[in-house]
């Protein structure tokens, strides 16, 4: 009898050893969540940033497009005006 209350005690050790790794665990896993929040946060201010730089160019090249048809429509006026 003694021997199976040693053999269950054995038994039951690393069972309790466990348990704090298991808990770190959890608040290592919450940590993680958060740092990943973070991240995540931190990725998309990013890439709205870039969307907006990407935009104010997009609406300065339509601009200088404009410019640019506005002078050739004007070249082509005079150029059927002298003939």
Known sequence: ML???AAR???RAPRAAMTPVVARFYSENAFNKKE???E???ARQHEKEQIEKLR????QKQAELE????QHNELQG???KKQ
Do not use: M, N
């Not at 104010?56 to 609406?59: D, E, L």
């Open 9 to 11: 005690s054995a038994v």
């Open 78 to 80: 005079t150029s059927e």
């Open 40 to 42: 995540d946060q931190y």
């Open 67 to 70: 410019q640019l048809q506005k």
């Open 3 to 5: 021997a199976r209350i």
């Open 36 to 38: 990943k929040a973070h």
């Open 56 to 59: 104010k160019q997009i609406a």
